[in-house]
């Protein structure tokens, strides 16, 4: 079957196309802008991409086509599409009919730590011999791909809820149809899809009537938006999990050690945790993804020592790399209780100097203003702040400047934001640089500039 993928480039759908092309399909696409690493990723798989929306790339038809959410009606390669007679899908429901047909599903679904907390899962599968599928919204270390088809029955994927494509507004995972759902946390995102809270709940509910009632549902039993969904009806036996002081069936219990956790059922040690992920929101992703993979048949204790080899996921608190005597992190948090939670396990860790947070408003929730009166407090963990202000962002980043606690700076261009910390900075610090997006090549843009400057 030869599949033609609109907005092929995106992390979702180079997945999409990455799984087609492992199931022996001819995969095509194309997209805007494309530019490396996924346009080489999908050269390597052997999948020509053409550059654009024009009609013509639908000659001669393909056998279907897979339309991604970035496209939209008025688009020539849309409106040919609509015209002909060529069967068309949207990303999601293509995976759940032609990959996740017959499969045992394990979605994982949040506002936050969804791509973590899927990587995890899926490498827990891998290391017990269960070899699974899947596919996230990113790239986890241990495998350095996004998507895998896996030769099991178990798919791990990432369960967004965002809008499925512009002829199909559900959320992506009211299409998975999973056996083992974890529910890591709900808070209001994605106001360019949602009006309100209120409507997402309305999505999650949907997800849960998807559920067998052999399956399992894996919750945070301290999100009080969960509770009030699961109590709108749920037909599935759950687990829950919290800190130490919720009441769960499963908690995690911190140590001095910001490496190190353990697992107990109840108040009772059931496995210990090393691993190399700092934080507190990991060791919940951790001990939910154990969780799920103790539905699939993995022992709790076998999970636990696999985390030992969990290699993380790129743009996750990832090192980019130390110059004169700094070392700058990459982090894709982009909502407040994102870059608060990654900057207390930050400052958890040791350090001889400062930790400096540098953060991009790019999401378009962020742009819309709708978190800049709760974004201030979330960079408290941090000592020094710089605000990037783009020229067409319609609200002043000033305004959460003046209601952060640590000295903070606004720049309005990525090179004088780069500048202004390399004068800045000293040996010794930390710097996470916080991101949806590529934020100008600032990460090698600071290293390559530190290097320079500081250079023995």
Not at 316 to 321: H, L, V
Request: net charge negative; with cysteine; aromatic share 8%.
């Amino acid at each position: 079957m030869h599949v033609h993928i609109l907005g092929i480039c995106g992390t979702f759908m180079g997945g999409i196309a990455a799984l087609a092309r492992a199931a022996g399909h001819q995969v095509t696409g194309s997209d805007k802008g494309v530019y490396p690493p996924m346009s080489t990723q999908l050269a390597s798989l052997g999948i020509d991409v053409t550059e654009g929306y024009a009609a013509a790339q639908l000659e001669p038809a393909p056998d279907c086509i897979v339309v991604g959410n970035v496209m939209t009606r008025g688009m020539p390669v849309i409106e040919a599409m609509l015209e002909s007679s060529v069967p068309f899908f949207s990303g999601p429901e293509w995976l759940a009919r032609y990959v996740l047909a017959d499969r045992w599903v394990l979605a994982v679904a949040g506002t936050h730590g969804k791509t973590t907390t899927a990587s995890i899962l899926a490498w827990v599968l891998e290391d017990a011999g269960l070899e699974p599928g899947f596919l996230v919204g990113g790239v986890p270390g241990n495998f350095g791909v996004s998507a895998r088809l896996g030769s099991s029955p178990f798919f791990v994927v990432e369960a967004d809820e965002y809008d499925t494509a512009f002829f199909d507004k559900r959320s992506k995972f009211v299409h998975y149809r999973p056996r083992t759902l974890v529910l890591n946390n709900l808070e209001y995102d994605h106001a360019d899809i949602f009006p309100d809270l209120e409507a997402i709940k309305v999505q999650f509910h949907h997800l849960i009537r998807t559920v067998p009632g052999s399956g399992n549902i894996i919750v945070n039993a301290r999100d009080e938006n969960l509770a009030e969904v699961l109590a709108r009806g749920c037909w599935t036996p759950t687990q829950t999990f919290s800190d130490a002081a919720g009441p769960a069936q499963w908690h995690v219990h911190s140590t001095d050690e910001p490496r190190r956790f353990e697992i107990c059922a109840g108040s009772v040690p059931a496995a210990t945790v090393v691993w190399d992920m700092p934080g507190f929101h990991n060791q919940l992703n951790g001990l939910a993804a154990l969780l799920a993979a103790r539905h699939a048949g993995v022992a709790l204790s076998a999970g636990a020592d696999a985390l030992s080899r969990f290699t993380g996921v790129r743009r996750r608190m990832e090192t980019r790399g130390r110059a004169g005597g700094v070392t700058v992190f990459d982090d894709f948090a982009h909502h407040p209780s994102e870059v608060a939670a990654t900057l207390r396990g930050a400052a958890a860790l040791p350090r001889n100097g400062r930790l400096v947070a540098v953060f991009e408003p790019r999401s378009n929730t962020m742009r819309m203003g709708v978190h800049r009166d709760t974004l201030g407090p979330a960079f408290e963990r941090a000592e020094l702040v710089y605000l990037y202000q783009p020229s067409d962002l319609p609200w002043d980043m000033h305004e959460v400047a003046a209601t952060i606690g640590p000295p903070a700076v606004v720049c309005g261009d990525v090179g004088e934001l780069v500048r202004r910390l390399v004068s800045d900075l000293r040996s010794g610090d930390d710097v996470v640089i916080m991101s949806n997006g590529g934020f100008g090549g600032i990460h090698e843009r600071l290293l390559q500039a530190l290097h320079e400057t500081r250079a023995p």
